[in-house]
């Protein structure tokens, strides 16, 4: 990861922070499993060197953006950068505080504590991924205060107070316009440093295209950069929903038509059939066929 970020040309400056970080907090051993080892690399100095900057002061992140710009991706690339565990927190409705910290447990014939992922992750020093955090029920993120502001520590109610590790950071990351979130409020919102993602643009999917697909004819390439670039364009002005803006959903039809799939079934599986609605779907395959043809197979568009 070190590499990939020398390549990008991140400051000098911030890649000696990462390597004096990762000297001082080594990850024991029994937890190098938990080291995200991602697919998919994030694209953008920019971000990339605010990130690092935030984390190495010791701020936590909270990544905020619209769909397809690299959340969860940038989240997993920052802990392996740094070389900590991960403990991931997807939340939901249901999500409480006994969720987040820890419950008692029943075992072996007596009452014991089972830490949740909070907790691990404060103990351990690990980079906590509070995922779609703006889902989560107020009164449930109200635990996390003491552990995310000046204080750094966790009290569990029947238990010691515990002093959050100082190698652990926590990255919150949410979606404006998804079923069930909220507004985060001003007392959570305040505990971290924020990062408005910025959309991937055509030089940045155009490399993460190659370097996925690295046999795809460059000619098709560029077609698939500008088709996902177009539905981008039709959700800005409202034209469709973001259900068919998905980057996920176009790698997923590529690797279907490299597995023998026409473009055609692969595209309607991976990004129009996303969409409920028959008008929507319309003008999605209008979209769609005006960059790639329905019979292209995996004979035409990979070369290996």
């Known amino acids: ?48 060197e605010a990130a690092i900057a935030a ?9 905020a953006g619209s769909k397809a ?15 900590r565990p991960a403990w991931d927190v997807s939340f939901h409705v249901s999500m409480d505080a006994a969720g987040l910290i820890g419950m008692d447990t029943f075992e072996n014939g007596q009452v014991t504590f089972r830490p949740g992922p909070v907790y ?38 029947g238990y010691a107070r515990m002093e959050v590790h100082p190698a652990a950071r926590f990255i919150g990351t949410m979606n404006y ?17 924020v990062i408005q993602m910025p959309p991937i643009d055509e030089a940045d999917l155009n490399r993460l295209l190659d370097k996925e697909f690295p046999t795809m ?15 981008q364009k039709k959700c800005e002005s409202a034209e469709i929903s973001s259900k068919a803006l998905d980057l996920r959903g176009m790698l997923d039809a590529l690797r279907m ?15 129009t059939n996303k969409a409920f609605d028959g008008y929507e779907r319309g003008l999605i395959c209008d979209v769609i066929a005006a960059r790639i043809p329905a019979k292209l197979d995996r004979s035409r568009l990979f070369s290996d």
């Open 257 to 271: 038509i490299r597995c023998g799939v026409n473009a055609g079934t692969a595209l309607s599986m991976g990004i």
């Open 1 to 48: 990861m070190l590499e990939f970020l020398e390549q990008e040309q991140i400051s000098r400056e911030l890649l000696d922070g990462i390597r004096t970080y990762r000297a001082q907090y080594p990850t024991e051993p029994a937890l190098q499993s938990r080291v995200p080892q991602p697919h998919y690399h994030y694209y953008g100095k920019e971000v990339w």
């Open 120 to 157: 691990l992750c404060a103990k351990y020093g690990g980079f906590g991924v509070l995922d779609e955090i703006n889902m989560a029920k107020n009164e449930a993120l109200a635990v996390l205060h003491a552990a995310l502001d000046f204080r750094r520590a966790i009290d569990v109610p």
């Open 177 to 193: 316009g998804y079923a069930g979130t909220r507004e985060l409020n001003e007392a959570l919102t305040s505990r971290f440093v």
């Open 217 to 231: 004819e460059k000619k098709y390439r560029g077609q698939f950069v500008q088709l996902f670039l177009d539905l």
């Open 55 to 63: 984390l190495l002061c010791g701020e936590n992140l909270l990544l």
């Open 69 to 83: 710009t690299g959340k969860n991706v940038l989240a997993e690339n920052l802990a392996q950068a740094f070389g």
